[in-house]
């Protein structure tokens, strides 16, 4: 259709409000309707973006911050105990998300911490451990993420979980996550009956020191390769976040003869092969630290205006840019909408809750879906929403991951390096997959789904850029 | 565009010859070429295709071999030597594909049969052993596909191999083949060096009874369930036919907890992990057993007119068909085209062999490729090649398989059951995902790629179908 047809006909592209293009649509006008929204943020957010925009250190910034991002290595080093690894002392926890205290902690984040310090033995009951959290006596709580940590869902770190520890050989970072229990009844999602501690007893005493063993084994010749894993499995129908099916099995073989040769009785190593191999999840806690390398090798590049965590603890929705250090940037998480498990609904859903957006601001997760088009059998939809998710990160990204790449759309790289400008400007925001924790503390999982986060954190980034760029 | 539109303009629909298309296309007149071309076969298939097309039979038949051949389930019930499963005596050997001679064996099934005489002791060098062979004595050959038996590429079986067996619980068939041994240097592309005699010795000695003892040990609660790893692994990437990683790792992930407590060695155990682990084809020989039940199950229903058997020698392409029982229809194989390893090329590459082709007979391998989009890097072109290789093939399919599912096809099932009358009709071939072998034998595989069965061999079995037809 060339420009040279507009004189036979009238032909309008139309910017904006759909309210114009309906009535010449309704006219027999072809339209064609460009999807514009006006930026995020009040009035304020023209000026801040001005100065944002104008900033000299800006584009060199980003291209720096995103650099590292894409170079960062992963590999598996280690497996400790986090007393150890992170110098947790007794009482001391961390949690998922930006900082929170007990009172306004949500449901599944209270039920996490609660069966922590049952595990602990801080505690006889579960009403023992809510009063000594309550009282804040001889309990400190932490970000994981103020400890290059993260965890899924409530996130909750105790002294005595063991650790996967991963360093980047590129830019030298380390990042830790605890190992994933499974799903449904289990302590990120909330739970802590007898079955959950019991089974964290068991990762303690005896899946941990197993994996230490293999890991260790394995790191003589060379260390598991993190990142190599988890570019495989965008290949093999994974998006590395609510699907992490392959990126297991790949992690189990590689790691077997070394386990299988630990030494360690064969009736055990044959129940942690079961254990991993049973859990589909099992990738997620190697995935996520893989992701927070890369993030934290953006960190702290003057004037960048790249995303480098996003993290939810249930009530807040957090982000920190490279620019602005270790700022949050909160909001009240949204709830989640998806598929639920047996009898649960939208009712028992509790808001967003997990640094498992480590994989989205890491360029995997949701915004590898058309990685992933099963996903959607998880998370709902249809296969076209997955695929279109994916394209739409790209409108809020910088690059195109070359290692993270999706088989359907040509082998294109994932949309990598979330641009909070852009995301101000075109008011499209982060597609993350995520789980879905029961609202009542103790419940568990209910469900899986899509949610975005709360719009005002990115022009609040923004402001807090253009207080820190040079003046107009 | 309605018919309407033709009021203002003239607008043509053209099938056939692209001639009369391009004519009017040089006029500026739109066109839409409808992709149509005369039946395969010569003067007689149209009175052939009448006859058979009208037979009262047909209809009904081909819905109870499709029916069958969807129902048909896939359970690995045992890992036996073939001179002990199939009664195999010394020097009865089974290949792939039609009957065929020593004298007009290619270079890949000869280099097969040399190193099978060196496993099996019946010579002590490849000269003696291509003496034996081509004076016949004391040595006799048969088609795997005779003995409810399937072999990749050359397919060659003797007494000492180790075989999975697998039982198809619904219809009661059994079906074997042997243990994949891996890429490259490998006996069934021909090569037969030490170290390719070594590896089946091995695998005789070692890995065989492991896994019986594994499997055996597994059936005891329930067997393994081949069918269903191979519609997961459809979700994972997976076409089954030249890309079985996901297929393997889950395959090994559920023998695995019986292999640790099978009471072998340590080391023994840990070589058998990584052997099965590092060789990322090893499930295809379950696949196609897998295969061989569905389409075995579909047999000998009077007037179908639905390929139950598409199977390669290296030298003759061969269909069997329901309605014709176990008579061949062969015609010359052709040679792949697709990507080569190393310094290989296309004069290097031996026409289409083995077995294998089972698998797109079942609705898998090349019938799958929309499922596999990441095979385009194995076996050459596009990724939207491949989803259009899949979309094409429903046009010579009777079914939608319900248990294999592509799930960017929005989880449509895969096209099973080809029908020789529609082959035949529309012109359209099978496609085929093939490994491909170096024509010297005792090179070992060149590369990978995509092939169809020589045109003739489909209007063959419609004419013998009509035969078999009552008059009109």
């Given at each position: 259709?060339?420009?040279?047809?507009?004189?036979?006909?009238?032909?309008?592209v139309?910017?904006?409000?759909?309210?114009?293009?309906?009535?010449?649509?309704?006219?027999?006008?072809p339209?064609?309707?460009?999807?514009?929204?006006?930026?995020?943020?009040?009035?304020?957010?023209?000026?801040?973006?001005?100065?944002?925009?104008?900033?000299?250190?800006?584009?060199?910034?980003?291209?720096?911050?995103?650099?590292?991002?894409?170079?960062?290595?992963?590999?598996?080093?280690?497996?400790?105990?986090?007393?150890?690894?992170?110098?947790?002392?007794?009482?001391?926890?961390?949690?998922?998300?930006?900082?929170?205290?007990?009172?306004?902690?949500?449901?599944?984040?209270?039920?996490?911490?609660?069966?922590?310090?049952?595990?602990?033995?801080?505690?006889?009951?579960?009403?023992?451990?809510?009063?000594?959290?309550?009282?804040?006596?001889?309990?400190?709580?932490?970000?994981?993420?103020?400890?290059?940590?993260?965890?899924?869902?409530?996130?909750?770190?105790?002294?005595?979980?063991?650790?996967?520890?991963?360093?980047?050989?590129?830019?030298?970072?380390?990042?830790?996550?605890?190992?994933?229990?499974?799903?449904g009844?289990?302590?990120?999602?909330?739970?802590?009956?007898?079955?959950?501690?019991?089974?964290?007893?068991?990762?303690?005493?005896v899946?941990?020191?197993?994996?230490?063993?293999?890991?260790?084994?394995?790191?003589?010749?060379?260390?598991?390769?993190?990142?190599?894993?988890?570019?495989?499995?965008?290949?093999?129908?994974?998006?590395?976040?609510?699907?992490?099916?392959?990126?297991?099995?790949m992690?189990?073989?590689?790691?077997?003869?070394?386990?299988?040769?630990?030494?360690?009785?064969?009736?055990?190593?044959a129940?942690?092969?079961?254990?991993?191999?049973g859990?589909?999840?099992?990738?997620l806690?190697?995935?996520?630290?893989?992701?927070?390398?890369?993030?934290?090798?953006?960190?702290?590049?003057?004037?960048?205006?790249?995303?480098?965590?996003?993290?939810?603890?249930?009530?807040?929705?957090?982000?920190?840019?490279?620019?602005?250090?270790?700022?949050?940037?909160?909001?009240?998480?949204?709830?989640?909408?998806?598929?639920?498990?047996?009898?649960?609904?939208?009712?028992?859903?509790?808001?967003?809750?997990?640094?498992?957006?480590?994989?989205?601001?890491?360029?995997?997760?949701?915004?590898?879906?058309?990685?992933?088009?099963?996903?959607?059998?998880?998370v709902?939809?249809?296969?076209?929403?997955?695929?279109?998710?994916?394209?739409?990160?790209?409108?809020?990204?910088?690059?195109?991951?070359?290692?993270?790449?999706?088989p359907?759309?040509?082998?294109?790289?994932?949309?990598?390096?979330?641009?909070?400008?852009?995301?101000?400007?075109?008011?499209?925001?982060?597609?993350?997959?995520?789980?879905?924790?029961?609202?009542?503390?103790?419940?568990?999982?209910?469900?899986?789904?899509?949610?975005?986060?709360?719009?005002?954190?990115?022009?609040?980034?923004?402001?807090?850029?253009?207080?820190?760029?040079?003046?107009?």
């Amino acid at each position: 259709m060339s420009l040279l047809d507009g004189a036979q006909s009238l032909r309008v592209v139309a910017v904006g409000a759909q309210l114009f293009s309906d009535a010449l649509a309704a006219q027999a006008v072809p339209v064609t309707q460009v999807d514009w929204r006006p930026p995020l943020g009040d009035a304020g957010i023209e000026a801040d973006l001005a100065r944002v925009l104008a900033d000299p250190r800006r584009g060199p910034g980003n291209a720096a911050a995103v650099e590292k991002m894409l170079t960062a290595g992963a590999e598996l080093v280690d497996v400790r105990p986090a007393g150890e690894a992170l110098g947790l002392g007794r009482g001391e926890f961390l949690h998922a998300g930006p900082p929170i205290g007990w009172d306004r902690a949500a449901g599944p984040l209270r039920g996490a911490l609660i069966g922590a310090l049952l595990l602990e033995g801080l505690a006889g009951t579960a009403e023992e451990a809510e009063a000594a959290l309550a009282r804040g006596d001889g309990v400190s709580l932490d970000p994981c993420h103020h400890h290059r940590t993260v965890g899924p869902m409530a996130g909750v770190v105790s002294p005595s979980m063991w650790m996967f520890e991963l360093r980047d050989p590129v830019h030298g970072g380390t990042a830790w996550c605890s190992l994933n229990e499974g799903l449904g009844k289990v302590l990120r999602y909330g739970a802590y009956g007898p079955e959950v501690i019991e089974r964290l007893r068991w990762m303690s005493d005896v899946l941990g020191p197993l994996l230490q063993t293999a890991v260790r084994s394995h790191a003589k010749t060379s260390p598991v390769d993190v990142k190599a894993i988890a570019a495989q499995m965008l290949q093999m129908g994974d998006e590395g976040h609510n699907r992490n099916r392959a990126g297991t099995l790949m992690f189990l073989r590689e790691i077997l003869p070394d386990l299988i040769r630990s030494g360690a009785p064969t009736s055990e190593v044959a129940e942690a092969a079961r254990f991993v191999g049973g859990n589909d999840h099992f990738f997620l806690n190697l995935g996520m630290p893989a992701c927070k390398l890369a993030c934290d090798a953006a960190r702290d590049v003057p004037g960048s205006s790249v995303v480098v965590a996003m993290a939810r603890n249930g009530t807040d929705f957090g982000i920190q840019v490279s620019g602005t250090g270790d700022r949050w940037f909160t909001g009240p998480a949204n709830t989640p909408e998806g598929l639920y498990l047996g009898s649960f609904g939208p009712d028992d859903a509790n808001p967003d809750i997990g640094d498992s957006a480590i994989t989205e601001t890491g360029g995997i997760g949701g915004f590898a879906m058309a990685a992933a088009p099963a996903i959607v059998r998880f998370v709902g939809g249809e296969v076209a929403d997955a695929i279109e998710a994916t394209r739409l990160m790209y409108e809020i990204t910088l690059a195109e991951n070359p290692t993270y790449q999706v088989p359907v759309l040509g082998f294109r790289g994932t949309p990598t390096g979330i641009d909070a400008t852009l995301v101000t400007r075109t008011g499209i925001l982060p597609h993350i997959n995520t789980g879905m924790a029961g609202k009542v503390a103790g419940t568990g999982q209910v469900g899986a789904g899509l949610v975005n986060p709360p719009a005002s954190i990115f022009p609040e980034a923004v402001a807090a850029l253009a207080e820190l760029a040079p003046p107009l």
